[in-house]
């Protein structure tokens, strides 16, 4: 009987641990800004081509995942009846986990597109990965802007917040020809919707916390998002804003730009933004980030 409560306890015990572990790293990647993500799609006159994406957490972030782990692995050596004990992950082990779910990213980039590799990235304050993807048309392709799908703990998103989701999508449209045309839609403008006086109040209250501003600095701290379309031919026209040469870029957002903006800063916590092309409103013209506001950016090639 004694035995039966103990091994309930000590399940009980474990279910815990990972409960938390769960929360911790949803909450800290959230919170301290922990990823960076990248990508360019190289488009070719034809409509295929392929997706660079480089995925980058915090090496902070990953050195707290490693400690967590750590303990996870100590408590199920403790529960083994074996005397083999559970190593805790490095930094390769990690790693290794992203590159993994790299392979099963692909279906959120659309139809028809293919998981090609995947290699470690590294930086001196970032580790991940650069995932390649194939597709033989760029019409199915889409791209959600926001970085957070990438976070673990990242669940299906429901309701407003599925809303939001879809508010950071970008979509293609290709015509082939002699001179082919690419259409980018970007995400329209969230529409302001009424808000309950107490909630604005409250909300208004909010933004000039001093704790919910420094948690704001440590979020936008290392956060970068970047999205560059390279075309493999030559540009005949475009009403693209940011071209050097091949390369047209619709979004770049060194995150880290604004947390010296005092003003700003207040301005986003009191609005609370669901989704990155609300930051993106917010955030418009300030210089060193580059946001392409036309919709639809074409792009004439051959």
Same mark, same amino acid.
Request: proline share 2%; glycine share 8%.
């Given at each position: 009987m004694i035995r039966r409560l103990n091994t309930g306890f000590e399940h009980s015990r474990r279910f815990w641990i990972a409960l938390r572990l769960s929360a911790v790293c949803a909450a800290i990647c959230l919170f301290a800004g922990c990823i960076q993500d990248n990508t360019v799609i190289n488009i070719k006159p034809d409509g295929s081509g392929t997706i660079e994406? %480089?995925?980058?957490?915090?090496? #902070?972030? !990953?050195?707290?995942?490693?400690?967590?782990?750590?303990? $996870?692995?100590? %408590?199920?050596?403790? @529960? =083994? =009846?074996?005397?083999?004990? /559970?190593k805790p992950k490095s930094d390769e082990s990690?790693? =290794?986990? $992203? $590159?993994?779910?790299? /392979?099963?990213?692909?279906?959120?980039f659309g139809?028809?597109?293919?998981?090609?590799? #995947?290699?470690? +990235?590294?930086?001196? %304050?970032?580790?991940?990965?650069? +995932?390649?993807?194939?597709f033989d048309d760029i019409s199915k392709v889409t791209l959600n802007q926001n970085p957070g799908k990438k976070t673990p703990g990242e669940s299906k998103k429901e309701g407003a917040d599925a809303e +939001?989701? /879809?508010?950071?999508? !970008? /979509?293609?449209a290709f015509k082939k020809g002699p001179v082919s045309r690419l259409s980018v839609t970007m995400p329209p403008p969230k529409t302001d919707e009424k808000k309950d006086k107490k909630d604005e109040a409250a909300t208004k209250d909010k933004s000039d916390d001093p704790s919910e501003i420094e948690m704001l600095k440590s979020?936008?701290? @290392? $956060?970068?998002?970047?999205?560059?379309?390279?075309?493999?031919?030559? !540009?005949?026209?475009?009403? #693209?804003?940011?071209? %050097?040469?091949?390369? !047209?870029?619709?979004i770049d957002m060194d995150f880290g730009k604004l947390i010296n903006d005092m003003a700003l800063l207040k301005k986003i916590n009191q609005a609370q933004p669901q989704s990155v092309e609300e930051v993106k409103a917010m955030v418009k013209g300030i210089e060193g980030l580059k946001l392409e506001f036309t919709s639809p950016v074409t792009v004439d090639f051959k």
């Open positions: 994406e %480089t995925v980058l957490m915090g090496n #902070a972030f !990953i050195d707290m995942m490693q400690g967590l782990t750590k303990g $996870m692995g100590e %408590t199920e050596a403790q @529960d =083994a =009846a074996g005397p083999k004990e /559970k990690f790693i =290794a986990e $992203m $590159m993994e779910k790299a /392979k099963t990213n692909a279906k959120d139809e028809g597109v293919k998981y090609v590799s #995947a290699k470690p +990235a590294k930086t001196q %304050t970032a580790s991940g990965y650069t +995932a390649i993807y194939s +939001a989701a /879809k508010n950071d999508t !970008i /979509k293609f979020m936008f701290k @290392d $956060m970068k998002v970047s999205i560059v379309l390279n075309m493999m031919g030559d !540009i005949v026209k475009t009403n #693209a804003t940011y071209r %050097t040469d091949k390369k !047209i870029t619709l």
